[in-house]
């Protein structure tokens, strides 16, 4: 039901949007001769804190991310690339003509650390989880009426699963993403986009060495632009809370905002 | 997705609890609070920033501090060898390998702090030819690489020792040299637990006659958490021969030392940094100094300070423990004291002459922080003769980041300090410039 009344509203969101548009089936066109260079900015501002130390100004993280395509047989490789205070990191993939993911590969100094972290095996997996995340890759072989989803049942939640394993959380999480296709608009800049727009949660709990229920909460609001043009991405965020209690005491809440807006020009 | 995933995964790692009052534990007789335990760690790390351009940290009147050399990587540890040359072990804490809810928050932390990277296992040797308190071009020199994790240096006759995490190596050496030759010669292996090392360095120091070598073993974990098996032969400092031989465990029940020197005075003795244990409240329990008796036992993981018995810990009924030995000076709780060095030199007021420089890290496990500084204590004949003080400060900025973290600290050939300073990157030299000539 939950689902369904979304999907309800999204429609009536995308009709208020552009009502002409809208209501068209699209197909987007991975460009492959075309990139985006981003620029993300994340903020953290702690709401509460059971310690009663609450920092005095929010903390904010900047860097770059940036994505292209290019063709590798009947399919494409891709290079994903974020520069960020705690050193860059590169995702390789190669994704089949339907989408799939074939191969996957982080590298960069950034990611050194994490791979001294896990076994070679957990970090392969990691690399093919985080290629299935990439935005281009959810286009590509993919068509979209306004309230479909742009994740495809099931991998939301799947990633998120997988994810919050490689991450190392220390008791199982479960997600529900709902984020479906609202429209196409015309962004700040002029370009036309398409839109998605819609809600992230995730929750978990678990009793942690034995003498603590640790539980997190967090519930985000996300909108992806993509450029009709390229079905590159040119902009994204996602608003949120995080709530983390021990025993069913509220210990932290913060709230985040993160995003990144691209600009597109020639490989 | 990942960036949804990632934010509340940090988030859940900045969990804290209440702040107890906060009262510090410094000297011979430092107030130990009842222990306040919690299933959850406090945390409160300073984020990594780094320094900004002309920025630095500040001494007392009268000293000036400069940049000695820049652009290190994760600069740890600091020797300086007979003919000048200073040695720069870069070096770095590994992220734990499972470890549970408490590996998993130690490496968000470090990672937080600037702390968590690929190790460089180099050391790099820094030549201030012309002794303008600066390395310049052409003045630094890889001295030894692929190593594991180094931190100890000691040059003892013909032979260069390093202190990796899981042997003491060491090499042929002449004077002069820019580069050490071959893999090395194993001389002593040391406890390595695979995947998670824990307290990972090892520090070593020879006596003056350079008859016995000195190692410093950290434990694995906080407190034997995963029982005593794989604990064995660490939280100890090894005594060996220069070629390894008669190696065996000087002291013991010492969780995690670190800077090792050499009093001096009447009451000359081996002197050790301890970091002590975590997760007992803000102010439990002090890292320390102390002199090191042959044969002494400090107590833990069963005891802290002295007899102060740690209840989470079971002490075996087929276990019969010496009595614990009462460290000498206590240097605040959760300070991480790694670095010791003993200013045996007057290149700086009299009041140094012969005392204890200490480089505090900075605490994870404390809801305020507090070390990010270079501690001194005053000492006459090779005993503590009176309070710890601020020597060198402002590592942290206004908002409460680090912009650098000291560790190592040793002296130059000109008397200067020197400090390394694993967050910026950076050795920062600290001079007392000549007075001015008398009119």
Partial sequence: MRILISA????????????????????????????????????????????GTLPTAPSVVGGTRSFYATRNGEGYSFVQGA???????????????????SWAEISGPGAAPIAAAMAPAEFSAMAQTLARDIPERLMVSRTFRPGEQLYPAGLGEQIIGDLTRSFGLPFPVTGNVDVPYIGETTSADGSRVWVWEGRMAMSGSGLVQGRVTL?????????????????????TTMDGTVIVTANGQRTLETRTIDGFTCQISPQ | MKRFIAIAALALAACAQPAPPAEHGYG???????????PLPTINVARAVGWPDGAGP??????VVTRFAEGLAHPRWIYTLPNGDVLIAESSTLPSRGGGLQGWIANMMQRRGGALAA??????????????????????????????????MALVGEYFYVGNTDAVVRFPYT????????????????????????????????NEAGAKIYVAVGSVTNIADQGMEIEEGRAAIWEMNPDGSEARIFASGLRNPVGMGWSGGDANALWVAVNERDMLGDNLVPDYITSVQDGGFYGWPYYYWGNHRDERVEIPPNVRLREPL??????????????????HFDGFPEHYWNGAFIGQHGSWNRSEAVGYKVAFVPFSNGRPSGDAEDFLTGFLNAEGEAQGRPVGVAMDQTGALLVADDVGDIIWRVAYPEPPAPN
């Fill in chain 1, 215 to 235: 539980g997190l909460n967090a519930t985000f609001l996300m909108r992806v632009e993509h450029d009709v043009a390229t079905a590159l991405v040119r902009m």
């Fill in chain 2, 119 to 152: 190790s460089a296992n180099r050391i790099t040797l820094l030549r201030d030819s012309n002794r303008d308190g600066q390395i310049g071009e052409g003045e630094r020199f890889v001295f030894a690489e692929n190593l594991n994790q180094p931190i100890g």
């Fill in chain 1, 83 to 101: 520069s960020q205070p705690t050193g860059d990191i590169e995702l390789r993939a190669n994704v089949g003509p339907t989408g799939e993911v």
């Fill in chain 2, 175 to 206: 004077e002069g040299a820019t580069r050490l030759q071959g893999a090395g010669e194993v001389v002593l292996q040391l406890p390595h637990h695979e995947g998670d090392n824990g307290h990972w360095t090892r520090n070593i120091i020879a």
């Fill in chain 2, 28 to 38: 011979a007789d430092p107030q130990l609070p009842e222990p306040q335990t919690s």
């Fill in chain 2, 326 to 343: 009462t460290p000498d000076f206590a240097l605040g709780a959760h300070t991480a004291s790694l670095g010791l060095y003993f200013y």
């Fill in chain 2, 58 to 63: 500040v001494a007392p009147e009268g000293f």
């Fill in chain 1, 8 to 51: 309800a509203g999204a429609m009536a969101l995308a009709a208020l949007l552009v009502p002409q548009a809208a209501a068209q089936t699209i197909t987007p066109a991975l460009s492959t001769t075309m990139q985006r260079v981003c620029a993300a900015q994340t903020t953290t501002t702690n709401v509460f804190d059971a310690s």
